[in-house]
């Protein structure tokens, strides 16, 4: 399958160059003055398009296809790769190293290009100029894997290696065979609202259609951004064992750079559809996002920072950086050429409007995204300038983005509350006062409870009062559709306003999201103990008792677990069980552990069985209280289902393409 691979790939890549041309083409006069031929072009790239889609498809194909049947004359089967695995380990492989992640990104960005040929309207030099931009993002990784991480290198040997050396144990988890697709199809998916937007800047056609037809794709982008984020931080919770989701890790940042800018877009192109204004500004956030998913795809792969997460080092880091200088420099050469059709046609009036809350929302999550990025890339500065590779760490992430989101949760209870072009603060006033009465008890009931930090007690107000301010505008309208029954009015306004309620559910979403993140930062309980059989240890409202200690080998690790009996401190009454492990895999000579969870919605109980002593007779554990985790987790889902529902609410009008040429 080798063969077949490469032959995959070089025809993908030929198809890709001639959709480039074909495309660029079209956006030209000449293709304009002569009769037919815009529309033969588009269609010629939009085919172009799906050629390179059914290359890629069959070379990702070919790849799975090589790890189920332990082809190991191919190379990187071999190397991540072992007959012992399971099959859905075998298909996750794919993307356990540089190459096969590299091809993976390649056959999602030619899914959602062959998407967008398939769903476009031939005969337009918008769509010409769109799917010319999608083939150059796809000409180039292509490039990339064909010339630089080909994953269909055979073996140097002399014969067929009997078994692979098998993929690294932290990456044999079921949630990795779904948070790197998910993350994949994020990244490539805002590719989609750039390819958009230059072709929008290419053809001249810079009114409001290109931001309404990417404006489901951008939410489509987030949601799997945002979905592949809860799942990293899911797959963190449970396979590493420190008792946390998420460490400000370099990786896990670059992942969550273009989440922010892509947040910040979503909330700022609404200005722009209502009032014609940052035009500019909404240009610079698409090519900021998508350019961040290539500067994540950098700093994975050139081995420039340290992380868990990260690919080894490599020397095809430049590459990624000299595309993205090229995205950047193109960007700012069409904001350039097209600064007169890029001004606003009105300005903000008040302060105290949507308009302005729409672009301090922008400026808060670029300060994010600022700190965040300086803090991935202040080691690399610091070696560079002093010779010293000096790291900052999670006190330093936390004391600059902790304030930021609170500004911003602050501002979710505000900004709603102010209409377009101007309001007055005592009508935000008035409609603030009864949630902010209610916030004020809920804080007085917390300090009364013993929760005394300010951040903490903040965050949990702010949390209070976007939930009842959604509620109270819920009530409000449905008693304006129904003063005599009130009940019978909500699934009327919900109905009735199903996309703006949704945007609310999100917002919910955050607010629960916000309440799990603090509440297991801020109270968590943990310990360090050794037992014996029969010995216990209590921690908060628990108490474990260590049963037995056993071993168990199986086909590709040996394995000791511990059964830890958990009861009720107050009753005394046993809960349940818990078998933290700790595996040996024979292969990779790797440890790693297995994390036992009781989960409920009051906290997590989380143990982690962290070495064996005296030949089995004692075991050594770390364990943790983590009060309301799983809202955290809940919280994910509410803003999945509330991004859902606005992608799939369809529009009160059809939006009609203009085939100006």
């Known amino acids: ?48 398009t799906i050629v390179v889609f059914i290359g890629i498809g069959s070379a990702t194909a ?11 004359t191919n190379q990187y089967v071999w190397q991540f790769s072992n007959r012992d695995m399971a099959a859905l380990y075998k298909v996750t492989a794919l993307w356990g190293g540089m190459d096969g992640s590299m091809l993976l990104w390649c056959f999602m960005l030619a899914l959602v290009s062959a998407v967008v040929a398939l769903t476009t309207t031939a005969g337009t030099r918008l769509f010409g100029g769109t799917l010319a931009v999608a083939n150059s993002s796809s000409l180039f990784f292509i490039t990339v894997v064909l010339f630089l991480t080909n994953p269909f290198r055979a073996v140097r040997a002399s014969f067929i290696p009997p078994d692979g050396n098998g993929l690294n144990p932290l990456l044999q988890n079921p949630l990795m065979a779904i948070h790197p697709p998910m993350l994949y199809a994020g990244f490539t998916t805002f590719s989609v609202p750039f390819a958009f937007c230059i072709g929008a800047l290419l053809s001249n056609q810079l009114d409001n259609i290109w931001l309404t037809l990417t404006r489901r794709w951008t939410l489509i982008a987030w949601l799997f951004l945002t979905v592949g984020i809860i799942l990293g931080g899911g797959w963190a919770y449970v396979e590493l064992g420190w008792g946390g989701f998420w460490a400000w890790d370099p990786v896990e940042n670059a992942s969550f750079l273009p989440w922010l800018v892509g947040t910040a877009y ?32 950098f700093l994975t792969r050139s081995g420039i920072v340290q992380s868990v997460h990260a690919f080894a080092s490599t020397d095809v880091g430049w590459v990624f950086l000299v595309y993205l200088g090229f995205i950047f ?16 046609t009105a300005r903000i009036e008040s302060f105290v409007s949507r308009e302005s809350g729409f672009v301090l929302n922008n400026l808060i999550f670029l300060s994010i995204t600022f700190a965040t990025a300086w803090g991935v890339m202040f080691p690399v500065f610091s070696e560079w ?50 949630p902010l009465i209610s916030a004020l008890a809920i804080g007085a009931l917390l300090i009364w409870s013993g929760v005394t930090s300010f951040y903490a ?53 955050v607010a629960v999201v916000a309440v799990g993140i603090t509440a297991s930062m801020a109270h968590k309980m943990e310990r360090e103990v050794t037992l014996k059989p029969g010995e216990t240890v209590e921690i908060g409202r628990y108490r474990l008792s260590l049963n037995t200690i056993d071993v168990e080998q199986l086909k590709n690790f040996e394995r000791y677990f511990a059964k830890l009996d958990v009861i009720e ?44 002593e005296d030949g089995g007779k004692a075991a050594s554990f770390k364990i943790y209280v983590n009060p309301l985790q799983i809202w955290l987790w809940i919280g994910g889902v509410i ?13 009160n009008s059809p939006v009609r393409v203009r085939h100006t040429v």
């Not at 420099?329 to 606003?344: G, M, N, P, S, W």
Request: glycine share 8%; charged share 15%.
């Open 457 to 509: 007690l903040t965050a949990y107000c702010f949390a209070w009062l976007i939930v009842v301010s959604v509620m109270l505008e819920l009530h409000r309208g449905a008693r304006a559709l129904s003063p005599s029954a009130v009940a019978a009015g909500y699934p009327l306004v919900l109905k009735r306003h199903r996309e703006r309620y949704a945007g609310h559910l999100v917002h919910i979403g």
């Open 329 to 344: 420099c193109i960007t700012a050469a069409f904001l350039f050429i097209r600064r007169r059709e890029l001004q606003a």
């Open 266 to 297: 979503l909330h700022s192109v609404m200005v722009q559809q209502r009032k014609g204004m940052l035009k500019t500004w909404n240009v610079a956030l698409v090519a900021l996002t998508y350019g961040l998913t290539v500067f994540g795809t």
């Open 385 to 434: 300038l002093t010779g010293t590779k000096q790291t900052v760490g999670v006190p330093f992430y936390n004391a600059v983005n902790v304030p930021l989101f609170l500004l911003l949760l602050g501002l979710m209870v505000v900004g709603p509350m102010m209409g377009w072009r101007k309001s007055s603060i005592q009508s935000v006033g008035r409609q603030l006062l009864a």
């Open 639 to 651: 803003m999945a289902l509330g991004t859902l529902i606005i992608v799939l609410t369809p529009k």
């Open 62 to 72: 070919a790849l799975i296809y090589g790890f189920l049947t332990n082809d190991y």
């Open 1 to 48: 399958m080798n063969n077949f691979g490469h032959i995959a790939l070089a025809g993908a890549w030929l198809a890709a160059l001639v959709g480039v041309f074909l495309g660029l083409y079209s956006t030209s006069k000449a293709a304009s003055e002569k009769s037919g031929l815009l529309t033969r072009l588009v269609e010629g790239a939009s085919r172009a």
């Open 569 to 612: 401190a107050k009753t005394g009454l046993k809960i349940e069980s818990l078998k933290p492990e700790l595996r040996h895999y024979f292969k990779n000579n790797e440890t790693t552990t297995e994390v036992a969870l009781r989960t409920s919605l009051r906290d997590d109980l989380y143990t982690v069985l962290v070495g064996v």
